[in-house]
């Protein structure tokens, strides 16, 4: 069974900085590409940045370049998300996705998710 599990959200002040953890079992980590989506209620979810299953390419929505990155360990089958500078528009939960298919940035596009971690950023 596959299981994405996220974690490392919690309140942050304005201006902060949070690093998210995405866990992953029951899949061949390795060779999947892992995403960050967004979504505040009611609202489509908002890609926020990937990286390839090798870790040598990411992307990032353009809301976050600069202030965010992502990364991975293989090794340990988790990819990060560090938030730098984080604004009050920040504040939503945080889902982290895996897939196969490099440059995907549509929700309906990956294959398996995990459960989100709340993030929010006070002003």
């Known amino acids: 069974q596959v299981q994405l599990v996220e974690s490392g959200g919690t309140l942050v002040q304005a201006g902060g900085s949070l690093r998210l953890s995405c866990s992953a079992s029951?899949?061949?980590?390795?060779?999947?590409?892992i995403a960050w989506f967004r979504q505040d209620p009611g609202k489509e979810r908002e890609f926020v940045a990937v990286?390839?299953?090798?870790?040598?390419?990411?992307d990032y929505a353009d809301s976050v370049k600069g202030r965010f990155t992502i990364s991975r360990d293989n090794a340990k089958k988790t990819v990060y998300l560090q938030m730098n500078s984080l604004k009050p528009e920040d504040t939503t939960v945080y889902y982290c996705?895996?897939?196969?298919?490099?440059?995907?940035?549509?929700?309906?596009?990956?294959?398996?998710w995990g459960q989100g971690t709340q993030v929010t950023v006070s002003s």
């Open positions: 990286i390839s299953w090798t870790g040598g390419r990411s």
């Open positions: 996705a895996a897939n196969r298919a490099w440059g995907m940035k549509l929700n309906g596009q990956y294959d398996y």
């Open positions: 029951g899949l061949p980590f390795g060779t999947y590409n």
